[in-house]
């Protein structure tokens, strides 16, 4: 199991490395499809497979589809390739990589102390604790979740609106 | 030093076995290209393929000979890595989704698999960039528009082909295929319970293999061959195999879920299993035979303000049916 989120986590980083860097509009979208197939690989590996198989279903396989989806409608072609590749000059990359740089350093120094307490594969979450969980304690955040929702699909039948 | 211990012999059998499982599968697909064509020519009073060995049943072979030897031809236009990834997915994802079809109660490769359904929600999302980069790579109107439509379909009719099975979800209390066939073998088959779930889930299902009546991303009138409009050889024949890899599939899927799997009386549960995904596999081909194509406008109109309606009501039923009793 170990080998499996070390070998996904390593997927993981590259693939959004290579999503970043990447020119062509369509191949970086879908390395971050891979990227979250990664993530998804990741969740698997330390013994949550509903969580992982929500990130494939919800992220890679529906939000995704909407991001190529709208990417294809664009039909960006070879000036946008070039405007990408101006802006991905070196000089852009400082600002960035030094707030990502600190942001890493926090994460690292946090996650650091590893008393090994925290061995991964040996507890199993499945469906059913999720759903306890989310309808237990976490209701009310459900629910107002659920709220936020109606008003987005309520606010785009407006907008798609034909009169 | 013993290599064979018991647990290596017990690795190699699910191995032959799941090969076995795959290469059946692959074969039926493959043989169902010729049986189609043959089953439509009866309905329609022709012959169909019937000159390479008996009665035709050769012309699968025929085919791929000629389809194996032909140029790899790669137009110059396309967008070469995502032209040659598309076919791959296309193949590769469904037949992936088989692990979790349980062909008997010891034939399987992991229906115990505890995401079970939600596994195939997955596979089906992933199946969308085949088209998607089929028709995009191409290069070509005809391809993009493909892909577009299929974009728009699969995006509409993946929203209740999830909802549509959570009744079935439901009553068994899991995901897991193996609980939901023992659940029909001992209760009853969801058909009877479960009745506009299976409506919804098996009009998502063919729309979700892009079969007739939905096959609106290769409707040949508007769009010559749609998203594979641009392939020849082997990566067409992958894409025409994908096709009824996946009419397989969703017979399978229907029959385990509904229609209790290899469960039934009499007969030994693979003679079950097979009649059942045969006759849901005929069905296919029938609604090819006898419906003509929807409008485009219709077929989202038809997925949205009816079916996810539809789907929905049965969930809130099912919800309200499953408090009660229990």
Redesign the interface.
Known sequence: MELAFYFAAVAAVVSTVLAVTNT?P??AL?YL?VSLLAVAMVFFAIGA??AG??E??VY???IM??F??VV??L?LGKAAIDQEKRWLAPRIWIGPTIISGALMFELVSVLAPNDGTHLIGLQ?I??HSVGVLLFGPYLLVVELASMLLLGALVAAFHLGRHD | MNFFTPEIVAIIIEVVKGLVILFGMVIVAALLIWIERRVLGLWQDRYGPNRVGYAGSLQVVADMLKIFFKEDWIPPFVDKPTFIIAPMIAMGTLMLAFVLIPITPTWGVAPDLGIGVLFFFAIAGIEVYAVMLGGWSSNSKYSLLGGLRSAAQMVSYEVFMGIALMGVVMETGSFSMNAIVEYQATHHWFILSQFFGFCTFALAGIATVHRHPFDLPEAEQELAAGYHTEYSGMKFGMFMVAEYVGVVLISALLVTLFFAGWHGPFFAPIVWFVLKTLFFVMLFILLRAALPRPRYDQVMAGGWKFCLPLAVVNLLVTAAVVLATE
């Open positions: 062509n369509v191949h879908l499809i497979p509903f198989i929500l494939v279903i890679a396989g529906a589809v909407l190529v989806f294809m409608m039909n199993t499945d469906a």
